[in-house]
Protein backbone atom coordinates (compact mmCIF):
# COMPACT_ATOMS: atom_id res chain seq x y z
CA UNK A 1 0.00 0.00 0.00
CA UNK A 2 0.86 3.16 -0.70
CA UNK A 3 2.13 5.33 2.41
CA UNK A 4 3.95 8.37 4.01
CA UNK A 5 6.61 8.46 6.67
CA UNK A 6 7.39 11.40 8.49
CA UNK A 7 10.88 10.71 10.69
CA UNK A 8 10.40 12.70 13.80
CA UNK A 9 7.52 13.72 15.79
CA UNK A 10 8.77 16.78 17.19
CA UNK A 11 11.67 19.28 16.00
CA UNK A 12 13.22 21.62 17.84
CA UNK A 13 15.14 24.72 16.29
CA UNK A 14 16.52 28.01 17.29
CA UNK A 15 15.25 30.63 15.61
CA UNK A 16 17.41 31.90 12.71
CA UNK A 17 18.99 28.27 12.46
CA UNK A 18 17.90 26.20 9.43
CA UNK A 19 16.13 23.67 9.69
CA UNK A 20 15.00 19.96 7.90
CA UNK A 21 11.77 18.00 7.70
CA UNK A 22 12.01 14.33 6.87
CA UNK A 23 9.15 12.57 4.41
CA UNK A 24 9.95 9.30 2.90
CA UNK A 25 6.95 7.84 0.44
CA UNK A 26 6.20 4.30 -0.86
CA UNK A 27 5.73 3.60 -4.24
CA UNK A 28 6.90 2.39 -7.31
CA UNK A 29 4.61 5.11 -9.17
CA UNK A 30 6.03 8.44 -9.34
CA UNK A 31 3.56 10.40 -7.09
CA UNK A 32 3.15 14.08 -6.95
CA UNK A 33 3.74 15.02 -2.80
CA UNK A 34 2.87 18.21 -1.03
CA UNK A 35 3.46 19.74 2.45
CA UNK A 36 1.06 21.36 4.15
CA UNK A 37 1.09 23.37 7.48
CA UNK A 38 -1.44 23.42 10.53
CA UNK A 39 -1.35 26.13 12.79
CA UNK A 40 -3.29 25.89 15.86
CA UNK A 41 -6.74 25.89 15.48
CA UNK A 42 -6.17 26.48 11.85
CA UNK A 43 -7.12 24.56 8.71
CA UNK A 44 -4.61 22.52 6.63
CA UNK A 45 -2.09 25.28 4.42
CA UNK A 46 -0.18 24.28 1.50
CA UNK A 47 3.07 25.49 1.46
CA UNK A 48 4.55 23.75 -1.72
CA UNK A 49 4.04 21.28 -4.17
CA UNK A 50 5.97 18.45 -6.60
CA UNK A 51 4.05 17.14 -9.66
CA UNK A 52 7.01 16.74 -12.11
CA UNK A 53 8.31 19.55 -12.86
CA UNK A 54 11.68 20.90 -11.19
CA UNK A 55 13.02 18.86 -8.45
CA UNK A 56 13.62 21.70 -6.38
CA UNK A 57 10.28 23.61 -5.46
CA UNK A 58 10.46 26.74 -3.83
CA UNK A 59 6.88 27.32 -1.75
CA UNK A 60 5.63 30.47 0.26
CA UNK A 61 7.72 32.21 3.21
CA UNK A 62 10.87 30.81 2.01
CA UNK A 63 9.85 26.95 2.59
CA UNK A 64 12.22 24.52 -0.06
CA UNK A 65 11.80 21.26 -0.55
CA UNK A 66 13.41 18.42 -3.30
CA UNK A 67 12.47 15.42 -4.84
CA UNK A 68 14.71 12.73 -4.83
CA UNK A 69 13.90 9.62 -6.82
CA UNK A 70 16.30 7.52 -5.86
CA UNK A 71 16.11 8.24 -2.13
CA UNK A 72 12.28 8.09 -2.65
CA UNK A 73 11.94 11.31 -0.65
CA UNK A 74 10.69 14.94 -0.55
CA UNK A 75 12.35 16.68 2.53
CA UNK A 76 11.17 20.07 3.46
CA UNK A 77 13.43 22.42 4.28
CA UNK A 78 13.73 26.54 5.26
CA UNK A 79 17.68 28.55 5.86
CA UNK A 80 16.26 30.53 8.95
CA UNK A 81 13.72 29.65 11.25
CA UNK A 82 11.01 32.08 12.58
CA UNK A 83 8.98 31.94 15.01
CA UNK A 84 6.05 32.21 13.17
CA UNK A 85 7.18 28.95 12.18
CA UNK A 86 6.19 27.03 15.24
CA UNK A 87 3.19 24.87 13.35
CA UNK A 88 2.16 21.10 12.52
CA UNK A 89 4.10 19.65 9.11
CA UNK A 90 2.06 16.83 7.49
CA UNK A 91 3.88 15.38 3.82
CA UNK A 92 1.55 13.99 1.43
CA UNK A 93 1.12 12.24 -1.75
CA UNK A 94 -1.36 11.73 -5.22
CA UNK A 95 -0.79 10.02 -7.80
CA UNK A 96 -2.10 9.86 -11.30
CA UNK A 97 -5.34 8.10 -12.49
CA UNK A 98 -6.95 8.71 -8.82
CA UNK A 99 -8.95 11.49 -7.69
CA UNK A 100 -6.53 14.08 -6.36
CA UNK A 101 -6.84 11.78 -2.63
CA UNK A 102 -4.24 12.83 -0.64
CA UNK A 103 -2.37 10.20 1.56
CA UNK A 104 -0.95 12.38 4.43
CA UNK A 105 2.00 11.14 6.66
CA UNK A 106 1.97 11.39 10.72
CA UNK A 107 3.15 14.89 10.99
CA UNK A 108 5.90 16.59 12.33
CA UNK A 109 5.57 19.51 15.30
CA UNK A 110 8.20 21.90 15.07
CA UNK A 111 9.16 24.27 17.96
CA UNK A 112 10.87 27.36 17.48
CA UNK A 113 12.61 28.22 21.07
CA UNK A 114 14.01 31.85 20.97
CA UNK B 1 -16.67 33.94 3.44
CA UNK B 2 -14.10 32.68 0.62
CA UNK B 3 -13.16 29.64 2.58
CA UNK B 4 -14.37 26.33 2.93
CA UNK B 5 -16.62 26.44 6.55
CA UNK B 6 -17.39 23.58 8.63
CA UNK B 7 -20.15 23.41 11.18
CA UNK B 8 -20.13 22.74 14.03
CA UNK B 9 -16.77 23.72 15.49
CA UNK B 10 -17.19 21.43 18.30
CA UNK B 11 -19.81 18.42 19.06
CA UNK B 12 -19.87 16.54 22.14
CA UNK B 13 -22.41 13.47 21.77
CA UNK B 14 -22.81 10.53 23.54
CA UNK B 15 -21.84 7.51 22.98
CA UNK B 16 -24.92 5.84 21.21
CA UNK B 17 -25.79 9.42 19.95
CA UNK B 18 -26.24 10.55 16.19
CA UNK B 19 -23.89 13.14 14.28
CA UNK B 20 -23.98 15.34 11.27
CA UNK B 21 -21.00 17.47 9.95
CA UNK B 22 -21.86 19.66 7.77
CA UNK B 23 -19.40 21.44 4.75
CA UNK B 24 -19.53 24.65 2.66
CA UNK B 25 -16.63 24.16 0.40
CA UNK B 26 -15.70 27.24 -1.59
CA UNK B 27 -17.84 28.32 -4.42
CA UNK B 28 -17.40 26.76 -7.52
CA UNK B 29 -15.07 24.13 -6.68
CA UNK B 30 -15.98 20.39 -8.28
CA UNK B 31 -13.72 18.44 -5.69
CA UNK B 32 -14.71 17.61 -2.09
CA UNK B 33 -13.38 15.37 0.50
CA UNK B 34 -13.91 14.46 3.72
CA UNK B 35 -10.68 13.39 6.29
CA UNK B 36 -10.93 12.13 9.64
CA UNK B 37 -7.77 13.38 11.99
CA UNK B 38 -7.23 11.20 15.67
CA UNK B 39 -5.24 12.87 17.77
CA UNK B 40 -1.59 12.83 17.16
CA UNK B 41 -2.26 11.56 13.71
CA UNK B 42 -2.32 12.71 10.02
CA UNK B 43 -5.54 13.20 8.21
CA UNK B 44 -6.91 10.25 6.61
CA UNK B 45 -9.60 9.91 3.95
CA UNK B 46 -12.57 9.03 4.19
CA UNK B 47 -14.59 9.70 1.35
CA UNK B 48 -14.45 11.89 -2.10
CA UNK B 49 -17.15 13.93 -4.17
CA UNK B 50 -17.26 15.21 -7.69
CA UNK B 51 -20.03 17.54 -8.09
CA UNK B 52 -22.71 15.47 -6.60
CA UNK B 53 -21.32 12.21 -7.02
CA UNK B 54 -19.51 10.58 -4.70
CA UNK B 55 -16.79 8.38 -6.95
CA UNK B 56 -15.10 6.87 -3.42
CA UNK B 57 -15.63 5.22 -0.02
CA UNK B 58 -13.42 3.39 0.11
CA UNK B 59 -12.08 5.26 3.44
CA UNK B 60 -15.24 4.87 5.82
CA UNK B 61 -14.58 3.01 8.42
CA UNK B 62 -18.20 1.45 8.86
CA UNK B 63 -21.69 1.10 8.11
CA UNK B 64 -22.35 4.09 10.59
CA UNK B 65 -21.04 6.85 8.98
CA UNK B 66 -23.01 8.10 5.31
CA UNK B 67 -21.96 11.06 3.98
CA UNK B 68 -23.65 13.18 0.78
CA UNK B 69 -23.59 16.03 -1.10
CA UNK B 70 -27.02 16.24 -2.94
CA UNK B 71 -26.72 19.55 -5.07
CA UNK B 72 -23.10 19.52 -5.60
CA UNK B 73 -22.33 21.92 -3.09
CA UNK B 74 -22.90 22.15 0.66
CA UNK B 75 -21.67 18.25 1.96
CA UNK B 76 -23.11 16.34 5.05
CA UNK B 77 -21.20 13.57 7.29
CA UNK B 78 -22.95 11.88 8.89
CA UNK B 79 -22.09 9.28 12.08
CA UNK B 80 -24.84 6.82 13.33
CA UNK B 81 -24.61 5.06 16.81
CA UNK B 82 -21.21 7.05 17.70
CA UNK B 83 -18.54 5.25 19.24
CA UNK B 84 -15.73 6.49 21.45
CA UNK B 85 -13.81 5.79 18.56
CA UNK B 86 -15.20 8.21 16.65
CA UNK B 87 -13.30 10.99 18.47
CA UNK B 88 -11.47 13.22 16.08
CA UNK B 89 -11.63 16.14 14.03
CA UNK B 90 -13.50 15.87 10.86
CA UNK B 91 -11.81 17.51 8.08
CA UNK B 92 -13.12 18.65 4.61
CA UNK B 93 -11.67 20.07 1.87
CA UNK B 94 -12.40 21.43 -1.98
CA UNK B 95 -10.65 21.84 -5.07
CA UNK B 96 -11.12 23.34 -8.63
CA UNK B 97 -9.59 20.24 -9.95
CA UNK B 98 -11.22 16.44 -10.05
CA UNK B 99 -7.71 14.33 -10.90
CA UNK B 100 -4.50 13.95 -9.66
CA UNK B 101 -3.05 14.91 -12.76
CA UNK B 102 -3.87 18.33 -12.72
CA UNK B 103 -3.90 18.50 -9.05
CA UNK B 104 -3.65 22.13 -7.53
CA UNK B 105 -4.38 23.07 -4.11
CA UNK B 106 -6.85 21.20 -1.56
CA UNK B 107 -8.59 23.90 0.75
CA UNK B 108 -9.22 22.72 3.93
CA UNK B 109 -11.76 23.98 6.86
CA UNK B 110 -11.03 24.02 9.86
CA UNK B 111 -12.64 20.88 10.82
CA UNK B 112 -15.31 19.68 13.24
CA UNK B 113 -14.09 18.75 16.45
CA UNK B 114 -16.36 15.90 17.47
CA UNK B 115 -15.93 14.02 21.28
CA UNK B 116 -17.55 11.06 22.10
CA UNK B 117 -18.37 10.45 25.57
Known amino acids: AQSVTQLGSHVSVSEGALFLLRCNYSSSVPPYLFWYVQYPNQGLQLLLK??????LVKGINGFEAEFKKSETSFHLTKPSAHMSDAAEYFC????????????FGQGTTLQVKP | GAGVSQSPRYKVAKRGQDVALRCDPISGHVSLFWYQQALGQGPEFLTY????????KSGLPSDRFFAERPEGSVSTLKIQRTQQEDSAVYLC???????????????FGEGSRLTVL
Open chain 1, 50 to 55: YTSAAT
Open chain 2, 49 to 56: FQNEAQLD
Open chain 2, 93 to 107: ASSLETSAANTGELF
Open chain 1, 92 to 103: AVSYSGNTGKLI
